[in-house]
């Protein structure tokens, strides 16, 4: 099992000569099985944060709701036996800007708040996340104060 993990992390951590849709294709699953794993660590992955899994991979890699369910599929598989997050995050900080590495983890922050409830182990994970991917305090704050402004808006929605 953990080969296969290993397997699946080192395609995705391909040189830097792979085609440009190959590396959006391995940014997407990274992102996918990080949101997936800061969903599932609660105990509890519910239709909600899913539903804002879906919602994020839709937006920031412009999907459509099937692609981002295969994404989510795959990453759940993945997510089973996955013990380590540096393999999650190589990809995405090698391959993104800092910016965007703040996006992914307001989006990890999103997922984290998604169910109404933050638990230490998603808190836990997002700042572990922020560390491995460079990105600073400052903006690892400000990421989340986002991420729970976008919950506050689509509760004033409903």
């Known amino acids: ?5 290993k397997s699946w992390a080192n395609r995705l951590s391909t040189d830097a000569t792979t085609a440009p849709e190959a590396e959006t294709r391995e940014l997407e699953a990274a992102t996918a099985l990080l949101l997936v794993e800061a969903a599932s660590l609660d105990g509890d992955f519910d239709a909600g944060e899913e539903a804002a ?14 692609e981002a369910d295969a994404l989510i599929a795959d990453a759940k ?24 590495r703040a996006r992914v983890l307001e989006m990890v922050w999103a997922v984290a708040y998604a169910d109404g409830e933050l638990h230490d182990f998603e808190a836990s994970l997002a700042r572990r996340v922020a560390g491995l991917l460079h990105v600073s305090d400052r903006d690892s704050g400000e990421a989340r104060k986002r991420a729970r402004a976008r919950l506050e808006r689509g509760a004033d929605r409903a």
């Open 53 to 66: 899994i879906r919602s994020l991979l839709t937006e920031e890699f412009n999907l459509d709701d099937g």
């Open 77 to 100: 598989t993945h997510a089973d036996s996955s013990v380590e997050f540096y393999g999650m995050t190589r990809t995405i900080k090698e391959r993104m800007a800092p910016e965007d």
């Open 1 to 5: 099992m953990l080969a296969k993990l």
